[in-house]
């Protein structure tokens, strides 16, 4: 993949990972959506838990297909994001330096790094691809139109390059910004809801 990606870019920026950080300030996942999500709350986010739901894209098709999304009635998910804080710096999680409080910063860095999520230390998650995987982070090299990835291998895995967007060899994992958990529901699942009830009430008066 790494040559795919290479050969793409005509020159690929990969940071090198050393060390990882250290995990005692991470708080767990929890499953959301009956175990089709878990909502990370260091970050705030909630993951769908199948890491491989639409195979390989650019990442143009990457993008569309996260935006129109569903599960469970939840919409409005996303491609994770490697630039919380929008300075342009990339965050390195691997660097023994950064703690996992600076590694908040980078999404997909802080799963492979900070909850240790790899493609052989799947769970909870499942499908987790030992390559590539687009995120929303835009970067334009020279007249490459591009955006970051980061690669789910354990083994090397871990390193962060930026890859042409017109290339489809890469995956995509779908986050959520927020706890689908306090997503309201839908006023059309509440008039279902209170129909019933109403139908329920009338059938008691009834036997009485």
């Given at each position: 993949m790494k040559a795919r990606l290479s050969g793409a870019l005509g020159a690929c920026v990969f940071t090198l990972s050393?060390?990882?950080?250290?995990?005692?300030?991470?708080?767990?996942l929890e499953s959301r959506l009956g175990g089709l999500a878990y909502y990370d709350p260091n970050l705030e986010i909630t993951w769908v838990t199948d890491a491989n739901i639409n195979g390989q894209m650019d990442w143009f098709t990457a993008t569309s297909w996260a935006s129109t999304l569903?599960?469970?009635?939840?919409?409005?998910?996303?491609?994770?994001?490697?630039?919380r804080d929008g300075d342009g710096n990339i965050v390195d999680c691997g660097s023994g330096?950064?703690?996992?409080?600076?590694?908040?910063?980078?999404?997909?860095?802080?799963?492979?790094?900070?909850?240790?999520?790899?493609?052989?230390?799947?769970?909870?998650?499942f499908d987790v691809q030992p390559d590539a995987y687009w995120s929303g982070t835009e970067e334009v090299i020279g007249e490459i139109d591009g955006a970051w990835n980061l690669i789910f291998n354990s083994s090397g895995g871990g390193d962060q390059g930026i890859g042409d967007k017109t290339a489809a060899g890469l995956y995509?994992?779908?986050?959520?910004?927020?706890?689908?958990?306090?997503?309201?529901?839908?006023a059309a699942v509440w008039l279902f809801g209170s129909g019933l009830l109403g139908l329920i009430g009338i059938a008691r008066r009834k036997k009485t």
């Open positions: 050393i060390a990882t950080s250290a995990n005692a300030a991470v708080l767990p569903e599960i469970s009635g939840i919409t409005g998910w996303r491609l994770p994001n490697m630039d330096a950064v703690t996992p409080e600076l590694c908040k910063d980078n999404e997909y860095g802080f799963m492979y790094w900070q909850n240790g999520v790899t493609s052989t230390s799947q769970s909870p998650f995509a994992w779908a986050v959520y910004g927020g706890d689908v958990a306090a997503v309201p529901v839908p």
